[in-house]
């Protein structure tokens, strides 16, 4: 998973110091930022400052602002929002192969993750989970379209038994996925999930627990649909591609990011909550990795503080610091835009935008991994409990750091112009559509140039855990 | 608050300017889902049609002619002449917007020049 957390709000809040700091020390030390450090994969080493990588970086999203608030022809901008072409629903077939696909799956990683080699490179559990599924199959969420609804096997496990069907609480909302998000990515930091197969098939099970317990008590859909933290990451992932489903149900071609105009599904602050739950967690993975949170870190640790608590308070500080500097930012269209929409509403249609930004740094992190590790997966998945012994490993070209470079210039980039494209529904004044992105487009530049930190940092494992 | 005008998802009127004559209404898709908050003390310039309020008179304006069909011709003149007032307000804007792209744009080459 992807990584960072408090320091991000840090690096954003000193962003602007940093830069003058740091412009002050480069002279002296003239750092080598790594771009594109994904873990375990490129090495492409820009031999610029690291503060003027990332002042480019704020810069591109910055003057993307500038050069989309150009565009001011509201019919070709509603053209490109609205542009679609219906597409054939896949068959009965497809469904029943892509349910029973979900289903091998999950059999194969718990089969192979109990019983199969304890070691991360031949178990077929950590490579399904991490490569199979985090890597590639998330990636083709937001590239290509969400097919988890049809996969998931913990649906069709949990909707094969009967349910006592509860009202599902209307105040909880979406915050029971919020929380079961931020306990995943935690669960992921603090335990070696990644390296140790009886672990992950572990929790593999537990989340298996949870689900069938939630959709027994409240009914499979609304529990899938409102507090389970995989599907709604999916989903929302989903909104960033090309093909989603229209309102009236049918699948839909659009212009990949064109769907995050749509605010329909986000109901309130709790929904606003999630979204940038999975920008934060993002983030949140990364920033664990760097030295720089071990040097903040290891003071709490030399103290005598439980590490555990310590990632769990950055990680809570870090995530209410990134909703607080969202709504700050919505609150900021309020005023510049020179409206009466209630601030809560902005903060909701400006919402969505911010998917982009966590699909290209997603991207960045996890296609290295995708495109390496797949052989091997595919290897292992040939005899899932003695694997052979020796597996290919596909060398990534050095050019892919690039790609991670370009992911994660790119997030922010089709952010604006969802942005652009909202302010263009909201407001009937095109100044006020150019004004009320101030606060998100600082908020953009800001995650733009942590997201550009944290990839320029040699990647390593959280320390202290 | 919310509105409910049937007129909003009509088809812009003719004769309107050149960029607001596409089949499918231009702003504010979905008006029910708007939720407004309104300072008690507040001026406020409300939309004759759908009650929308607006801070200022030219927003209300612009709103009209946009999201509602059949205007008079007063409503009509206040549309053409905001949008005049909005594209003269757009163009200053762009020159702005150009020039800080210059800056940026020179600046970083220096910078490249200097640290890079």
Redesign the interface.
């Known amino acids: 998973m992807d990584r960072h957390s408090r320091s991000a709000r840090v690096a954003r809040r000193a962003a602007p110091l940093a830069v003058a700091a740091l ?1 002050a020390l ?2 002296a030390a003239r750092v080598a930022a790594h771009a594109g450090g994904v873990r375990s994969a490129t090495r492409e080493t820009v ?3 690291t503060w ?1 990588f990332l ?2 970086g704020g ?1 591109v999203v ?2 993307s602002f ?2 989309a ?2 565009v ?5 901008i ?2 490109i929002d ?1 542009w679609g072409r219906a597409l054939p629903d896949a068959g009965r077939v497809a469904r029943l192969l892509a349910r029973a696909l979900g289903l091998a799956a999950l059999a194969v990683t718990v089969v192979a993750g109990l019983f199969g080699p304890g070691t991360a490179t031949e178990s077929a559990a950590v490579l399904i989970v991490w490569v199979g599924w985090w890597a590639a199959f998330v990636l083709s969420a937001y590239l290509f379209g969400n097919a988890w609804p049809a996969v998931d096997p913990f649906r069709v496990i949990a909707g094969a038994l009967p349910s006592l069907d509860r009202p599902y609480p209307e105040r909880l909302g979406s915050w029971p996925a919020v929380a079961g998000l931020l306990a995943l990515v935690y669960l992921e930091v603090v335990t070696p999930m990644a390296d140790d197969p009886r672990l992950l098939t572990g929790l593999v099970l537990g989340y298996l627990g949870v689900s069938v317990v939630g959709s027994v008590v409240f009914g499979v859909d609304d529990w899938f649909d409102t507090a389970d933290p995989v599907s709604r990451l999916l989903d929302a992932y989903g909104r960033v591609a090309p093909v989603a489903r229209g309102t009236d149900g049918g699948l839909r071609l659009r212009i990949p990011g064109m769907a995050l105009t749509d ?2 599904w986000i109901d309130g602050r709790d929904d606003i909550g999630f979204v940038v739950a999975v920008v934060f967690v993002t983030t949140y993975d990364g920033f664990v990795g760097t030295a720089v949170w071990a040097d903040i870190a290891r003071p709490f640790i030399e103290v005598g503080a439980p590490a555990l608590i310590v990632y769990l308070a950055a990680m809570l500080a870090g995530y209410g610091l990134f909703l607080a500097l969202y709504l700050a930012s919505a609150r900021a269209a309020r005023r510049t835009a ?8 902005l903060a909701r249609r400006f919402a969505p935008s911010l998917l982009a930004i966590a699909a290209g740094y997603h991207l960045a992190h996890n296609l290295a991994t995708a495109l390496s590790l797949s052989p091997t997966l595919a290897v292992v998945l040939t005899s899932p409990l003695s694997p052979p012994a020796t597996h290919p490993v596909v060398l990534v070209p050095g050019g892919v750091g690039g790609v991670g470079v370009a992911a994660v210039l790119g997030g922010p980039l089709l952010a604006v112009w969802v942005a652009h494209s909202t302010a ?9 559509a ?1 004004r009320s992105q101030y606060g998100v487009t600082v908020a953009m530049v800001a995650y733009t140039m942590a997201s550009l930190w944290i990839v320029s940092r040699p990647a390593g494992a959280p320390p202290f855990v | 608050m919310s509105r409910d005008d049937a007129t909003a998802d009509g088809s812009p009127h003719a004769g309107m300017p050149a ?4 089949a ?1 209404p ?5 008006p029910a ?6 300072p008690s003390d ?1 001026t ?1 310039v409300t939309c004759p049609r759908c009650g929308r ?4 008179e ?3 304006d ?2 009209l002619g ?2 509602h069909a059949g205007l008079g011709d007063d409503e009509r003149a206040a549309y053409e002449a ?1 949008r005049d007032e ?1 594209a003269d ?2 163009r200053r ?2 020159i702005l ?2 020039g ?2 210059v800056v ?1 744009y020179f600046g ?1 080459l220096f ?2 020049a200097v ?2």
Do not use: K, M, N
Request: glycine share 4%; charged share 25%.
């Open positions: 412009a480069a002279s031999t610029v400052p003027l002042a480019t810069a910055g003057a500038l050069l608030s150009a001011t022809d509201r019919a070709y509603r053209r609205t605010a329909e020179d409206t009466y929409l209630a601030p809560g509403e263009y529904d909201l407001f009937p004044d095109r100044l006020q150019v | 960029d607001a004559t596409a499918t231009l702003t504010e898709s979905d889902d708007d939720h407004y908050d309104v507040a406020v309020p607006f801070v200022r030219r927003h209300r612009l709103h946009q999201a905001a909005e307000e757009l804007f762009r917007s150009l800080l792209l940026i970083f910078l490249y640290a890079g």
